[in-house]
């Protein structure tokens, strides 16, 4: 059978589309996907109230407390774990709200800046800050305070650092225990002496 020139080339372009067509489905269903995110209902104990939520799955729990609770103390700065600003306490702990999903906390007690204390009733760290002027612009500041209250109660805990000169006895209130804990979180306008100061007071104080 001969095959003309004209037919040869109609032929070659049907077989081209039809083995290109797979793949083009394909990324079709996947755009697709893309635009309907999975949603999840979950719950979380913020500040001591229940809050029922509704997110998608890739949303982390610093965006949830921020876009979904309007709790725009706890500070978005670079959003990949290296500077502090978002940490928050989780069940007794302090994280980075930036590095984990709003999902994985469903059930857990959150406590942000705003539920250490507020303007008309400060928690003692808060007063401390202002007391040391640990803060200068501010922006690192609740994540400073949140971490600095954990480390306390790490401390108390009997929770050794990479500082701590013994794993198996309590490990001490003083600055170079401190300044190993607080080193994840960062402060720009390098107020790194006053916020010790604010927190070694606070440590001075029985709990």
Not at 80 to 107: E, K, P, W, Y
Not at 172 to 180: D, F, P, V
Request: charged share 20%.
């Amino acid at each position: 059978m001969t095959i003309s020139r004209r037919n040869f080339l109609i032929l070659g372009a049907v077989t081209a589309t039809a083995f290109a067509m797979p793949p083009f489905i394909s990324l079709k269903a996947y755009a697709a996907s893309l635009e309907q995110p999975a949603m999840s209902k979950i719950t979380l104990q913020v500040n001591g109230k229940p809050r029922e939520l509704e997110v998608d799955t890739r949303t982390t729990l610093l965006d949830a407390l921020r876009e979904n609770l309007h709790l725009t103390g706890t500070k978005k700065g670079c959003d990949h774990g290296q500077c502090g600003a978002c940490t928050v306490i989780a069940d007794g702990r302090r994280i980075n709200s930036c590095l984990t999903l709003a999902v994985m906390h469903d059930g857990s007690e959150v406590t942000t800046i705003e539920g250490l204390g507020m303007p008309d009733k400060l928690h003692p760290m808060q007063a401390a800050f202002i007391k040391h002027d640990g803060y200068q612009c501010g922006y690192c500041t609740p994540g400073q305070i949140c971490s600095a209250v954990a480390v306390l109660k790490e401390i108390r805990d009997g929770i050794p650092s990479h500082v701590s000169p013994s794993l198996t006895e309590p490990p001490q209130l003083i600055a170079a225990e401190l300044q190993e804990r607080m080193s994840g979180n960062i402060c720009r306008c390098g107020a790194y002496s006053n916020i010790i100061e604010a927190i070694t007071e606070v440590a001075e104080v029985p709990a």
